[in-house]
Every structure is written in C-alpha cells, then in structure tokens.
C-alpha cells in the first residue's frame, strides 16, 4: 500500500500555463505538507495543513495555491507558470503539527516549465 | 535565523569502509532532528529522530548520534546499496529545516 501518493509523477508544460499536482496519504495522519526540492537538491517547506487549516505558508507567490478538501488530501494549484517553477514537489504527512513527528513523502512530482 | 549544514557534500567509500556524515545546525528551541535517506528519483525516507543531547539510535549498519551543536550519521561497513543522499533537518516550532544533504557512494 502507497503511504503518501501524487499525481502525476511528471509534469511538462509551457509558461504562462496553470497546472494542479494532487497528493493523497492514507496514513490517517493529521497533518500534510507540500516541500520544493531545487536543482541543487534543496529541500524547502512551502505550505502546511493541519485537518484542512493551513498552518506553515512560507514566502511563496501568491500563483501557488495550496487546497485541502479533506485532512488526506492537499492538491497545489499554481497558476502562471514561469521557468523558475521547474523543480520538483514533494507532499508528505505526519500524525500532528507542532510536535516532532516523522514526516512521511511521496514520490515527488517532477514540474519541467519550458 | 535557522540554519543547517551537512558535510561533507560527497564522500566515496569502499564496500566495507566505515565512516560518518556531519550535521551542524543552529536553532534556538530545537525540538527534534530528524536523519532522511533519498534515493535518486525518489521522496526522502525516515530514518531517525533524536530529541536531546546524548541521544543514539541505530538501524542496521546505521548510528545517529546528537550533541547540542550537532549530529552525525556513522556508517559501519557499508554497503552498495547504501549509496543514496541523506539529508538531516531540525524542527523548531511547526517545520522542518533541511540541510543540502551528504551524497554517499559505497563502491564494491
């Protein structure tokens, strides 16, 4: 059984295009998290929900939108690609905010903007 | 301002050749330090948390250990298919900070 799960695995598209990446965990976790992991391999919090409540929202565009309809899924909609977007996106989910547990991700989404 | 550092950045091994991954951090109120191992292609995988100075943990061939200023990763004989990245990120408050992680590579 997939843990944490994102669809689509990989995403090219054109600049100036609005794109949705889903994210779904079964772990029954309160908790969930979209990450950006850069060409260098840095691993950077964008947004945080905790049963649906955002929580963490970095310093991230306001093109990103994250929206969880229920406490096992997040989706990130961003709209307005630009070249800066490529990287590649990962969701996870942990049992609560605040205290120090694991996080658990998914497979990553990788987003190629041309 | 938060911060974590992993060094070295790359380290070679031979199968068998044991050694250690350095996490440095500085952050006020830590709460937790998490070790994550990624594979190409794929999301980072839990390792360890360790919550306060003079904690140890192992996993196989793996030990984390945990001062005030930092932690490391110590791999005792390893193997090929430990060849993977793995990054250490602290918690303060709601979120995790990473650092740029260690990319290991165990030759046979």
């Known amino acids: 059984d997939t843990a944490v799960s994102q669809t689509p695995k990989y995403l090219v598209t054109q600049m100036g295009n609005d794109k949705s990446i889903k994210c779904e965990q079964n772990l029954g976790h309160d908790t969930m998290y979209w990450y950006k992991q850069d060409s260098k391999k840095f691993l950077k919090i964008m947004f945080s929900?905790?049963?649906?409540?955002?929580?963490i929202n970095e310093t991230v565009p306001n093109r990103f939108s994250p929206k969880s309809p229920d406490k096992a899924h997040l989706n990130l909609h961003i709209n307005s690609l630009e070249l800066g977007d490529s990287a590649v996106y990962f969701c996870?989910?942990?049992?609560?905010?605040?205290?120090?547990?694991?996080?658990?991700f998914g497979p990553g989404t990788r987003l190629t903007v041309t | 301002e938060d911060q974590v550092t992993q060094s070295p950045e790359a380290l070679r091994l031979q199968e068998g050749e044991s050694s250690s991954l350095n996490c440095s951090y500085t952050v006020s109120g830590l709460r937790g330090l998490f070790w994550y191992r990624q594979d190409p292609g794929k999301g980072p995988e839990f390792l360890f948390t360790?919550?306060?100075a003079g904690e140890e943990k192992e996993k196989e061939r793996l030990k984390a250990t945990l001062t005030k200023k930092e932690s490391f990763l110590h791999i005792t004989a390893p193997k090929p298919e430990d060849s993977a990245t793995y990054l250490c990120?602290?918690?303060?408050?709601?979120?995790?900070?990473f650092g740029k992680g260690t990319k290991l590579t165990v030759n046979p």
């Open positions: 360790l919550y306060s």
């Open positions: 929900y905790n049963n649906k409540e955002l929580i």
């Open positions: 996870a989910s942990s049992r609560r905010s605040g205290d120090p547990y694991e996080q658990y």
């Open positions: 990120a602290v918690q303060r408050s709601e979120k995790l900070v």
